[in-house]
């Protein structure tokens, strides 16, 4: 059974600040990975999607990579700011174990505060 | 583009009665939906995966005669929590996939379920 951990729990920065959050998943068979921002009491807003032949994407301030084979990928955001806060979720697309459509399976996230 | 519609985005209902939650995408056709559940501090649970003018498919230990789900058009799907107790309050959140992009989701804004 896929399981999907995001690393801290929570993180604290000063503006300004590079920072880096971790996600792992255990079943590297997956189709693609996507990085979600969640707003408190909001739904997703995607910010990166990354296929699983590829090694990062790249958005503005936003880099995410991919290691398929160790299960790992990092979400790179470079001078954060205020704004940033909110908790980022990563995601794993799969098939299901008895065949069938895929699904996304997603990691507890990781709840980022920027101070000003 | 892209954009995926919810409503209501708050319900406070008492307990043993019936709430319906709709799920719309604006500007695409949906070939399938997602219902996902999210408790505080929790990750989002897949509850159900439902293809336009079929029947839902139900993740292991959901209740499919508590959620009823209905896909009727490519456009809206409803999740109706029936006789709804307290343990069902929590954040629900549909996503849908659009045809032309099928690896890639894209989410609702959320209800926010309160069961007096």
């Known amino acids: 059974k896929q399981e999907v951990t995001q690393i801290p729990a929570a993180l604290s920065v000063p503006e300004g600040e590079n920072l880096v959050l971790n996600c792992s998943f255990t079943?590297?068979?997956?189709?693609?990975l996507q990085w979600f921002r969640q707003d408190p009491g909001k739904g997703l807003t995607s910010l990166l999607l990354?296929?699983?032949?590829?090694r990062e994407q790249t958005s503005g301030r936003l880099n995410a990579s991919l290691d398929k084979s160790s299960g790992r990928s990092t979400l790179y955001i470079a001078a954060s700011q205020p704004g940033d806060s909110a908790t980022y979720l990563c995601?794993?697309?799969?098939?299901?174990?008895?065949?069938?459509?895929?699904?996304?399976?997603f990691g507890k996230g990781t709840k980022l505060t920027v101070n000003p | 583009g892209a954009v995926v519609s919810q409503h209501p985005s708050r319900v406070i209902c008492k307990s043993g009665t019936s709430v319906k939650i709709e799920c719309r995408s604006l500007?695409?056709?949906?070939?399938?939906m997602f219902w996902y559940r999210q408790f505080p501090k929790q990750s989002l649970m897949l509850m159900a995966t439902?293809?336009?003018?079929?029947?839902?498919?139900?993740e292991q230990g959901v209740e499919k005669d508590k959620f009823l789900i209905n896909h009727a058009s490519l456009t809206l799907s409803t999740l109706t929590v029936t006789s709804a107790h307290p343990e069902d309050s929590s954040f629900y959140i549909c996503?849908?996939?659009?045809?032309?992009?099928?690896?890639?989701?894209?989410f609702g804004p959320g209800t926010r379920l309160t069961v007096l």
């Open positions: 439902s293809n336009e003018g079929s029947k839902a498919t139900y």
């Open positions: 996503s849908a996939r659009r045809l032309a992009r099928l690896n890639e989701q894209f």
């Open positions: 995601a794993v697309r799969q098939a299901w174990e008895w065949g069938g459509s895929e699904k996304l399976v």
């Open positions: 500007d695409f056709q949906a070939t399938t």
């Open positions: 079943d590297s068979a997956i189709y693609n």
């Open positions: 990354i296929q699983s032949s590829q």
